[in-house]
C-alpha cells in the first residue's frame, strides 16, 4: 500500500487562509468517507482535527475544515494563527481493511 | 478523561525481540478497536496493525505482518505489540491509538505519548 501524497510544507501568513491536499487512489481516499486529518506538533503526539472527510471532533476549532472530490481530500486552515504552525498527516481507510497516512506537511506561519 | 500510556521501548539489537505495552484508562477498552502507529525519527506516521474490540479481527500493515503480533487483554485494560526478527528500520516511537470509528473505518481519537524502540547494534 503506498502511501497518500500530500506537499511537503505549505506556509501562510497570519490571518490567511491555507490548503494541505491529500492524494490518493480508488482503493482509498476514492473509496470511502473515512478520510482523517492530524496535527503533530514536534515532540507531541498527534492529535485528531478532522474525521470522516469533514467532520469536526469537539474542541477543534472551526477554522480547520475538510473536504473530498474524488482521490484527493484537502484540509484548509482559515485565519491562521501561530499556533497552527506543526507537521499535518492525512489517512484514509482502504479496501483491504487496512490503513495508509500520507507523508505529512509541514506548515509554516510566516 | 482517556489515557493510554506506552511501555517497553528500549535499545535492541537486530534479530531481537521485544513487546510493548499500552495502559488504557479512563474508557471501557472492551468497546473499543485499538491500533499501533509508529513514527521513524523525523518521518511521517505509519499504521502498524489493528485489533477489534474482541480479539476476533487482526490486521498489519505489509512492512510487520508475519513479525509482530498485537493482542490485548480487556481484563486488564492493555494493548500488547510483540515485535520479533526485528530489524533496523523498525526503529520508531510506537503510538497506541484508539480507534473512536464505531464500525467500518477508523479514527484515531485518542494517542498515547509514545514509547521509543531503537533496533541497533
Known amino acids: 500500500q503506498s502511501a497518500l501524497t500530500q506537499p511537503a510544507s505549505v506556509s501562510g501568513s497570519p490571518g490567511q487562509s491555507i490548503t494541505i491536499s491529500c492524494t490518493g487512489t480508488?482503493?482509498?481516499?476514492?473509496?470511502?468517507?473515512?478520510v482523517s486529518w492530524y496535527q503533530q506538533h514536534p515532540g507531541k503526539a498527534p492529535k485528531l482535527m478532522i474525521y470522516?472527510?469533514?467532520s469536526r471532533p469537539s474542541g477543534v476549532s472551526d477554522r480547520f475544515s475538510g473536504s473530498k472530490s474524488g482521490n484527493t481530500a484537502s484540509l484548509t486552515i482559515s485565519g491562521l494563527q501561530a499556533e497552527d504552525e506543526a507537521d499535518y498527516y492525512c489517512?484514509?481507510?482502504?479496501?483491504?481493511?487496512?490503513?495508509?497516512f500520507g507523508g505529512g506537511t509541514k506548515l509554516t506561519v510566516l | 478523561e482517556v489515557h493510554l500510556v506506552e511501555s517497553g521501548g528500549v535499545l535492541v539489537e537486530p534479530g531481537g525481540s521485544l513487546r510493548l505495552s499500552c495502559a488504557a484508562s479512563?474508557?471501557?477498552?472492551?468497546?473499543?478497536?485499538m491500533n499501533w502507529v509508529r513514527q521513524a525519527p523525523g518521518k511521517g506516521l505509519e499504521w502498524v496493525s489493528s485489533?477489534?474490540?474482541?480479539?476476533?479481527?487482526?490486521l498489519y500493515a505489509d512492512s510487520v505482518k508475519g513479525r509482530f503480533t498485537i493482542s490485548r487483554d480487556n481484563a486488564k485494560n492493555s494493548l500488547y505489540l510483540q515485535m520479533n526478527s526485528l530489524r533496523v528500520d523498525d526503529t520508531a516511537v510506537y503510538y497506541c491509538?484508539?480507534?473512536?470509528?464505531?464500525?467500518?473505518?477508523?479514527?484515531?481519537?485518542?494517542w498515547g505519548q509514545g514509547t521509543l524502540v531503537t533496533v541497533s547494534s
Open positions: 491509538a484508539r480507534d473512536g470509528q464505531p464500525k467500518e473505518g477508523r479514527i484515531f481519537d485518542y
Open positions: 479512563g474508557f471501557t477498552l472492551s468497546s473499543y478497536s
Open positions: 485489533i477489534s474490540a474482541d480479539s476476533n479481527y487482526r
Open positions: 480508488s482503493s482509498d481516499v476514492g473509496s470511502y468517507k473515512y
Open positions: 470522516n472527510v469533514s
Open positions: 489517512t484514509s481507510y482502504t479496501t483491504s481493511k487496512t490503513q495508509v
